[in-house]
């Protein structure tokens, strides 16, 4: 017999509430990457969907395979960490990147940068 099947209620509810929060964090993410205009709107969206979304489908996939192998399945913490960790940090550097191209293109470089 499949060991999945024997799954209790309540936990295949709670993965599906947390599966489906974690689509929709994720999706909403993605609208605000198509929706919005400016390059500095457009990388706020994904970053916060990505973060939060994966969070809750890990917290999801933890639920579901620490019942279903009778033990705590815990390396999608490690997963969870590095994306907490480098999805902000990524937003950082592009913005950062951005923000230095839009003013050396203005002709009013950030301090440290010489005039083009």
């Given at each position: 017999m499949n060991q999945f099947a024997e799954i209790p209620l309540w936990v295949a509810l709670l993965v599906a509430f947390f599966l489906v929060l974690g689509s929709v964090l994720t999706l909403l993410g993605a609208i605000g990457l198509v929706r919005f205009e400016t390059f500095?709107?457009?990388?706020?969206?994904?970053?916060l969907g990505t973060t939060w979304g994966v969070g809750a489908i890990l917290i999801a996939s933890m639920i579901?395979?620490?019942?279903?192998?009778?033990?705590?399945v815990l390396h999608e913490i490690l997963i969870a960490v590095f994306v907490t960790v480098t999805t902000p940090?990524?937003?950082m550097l592009l913005a950062r990147a951005a923000f230095y191209r839009d003013r050396a293109e203005s002709g009013n470089p950030p301090p440290g940068m010489p005039k083009l």
């Open positions: 500095y709107q457009r990388v706020h969206a994904p970053t579901f395979f620490s019942v279903a192998q009778s033990r705590p940090v990524t937003l």
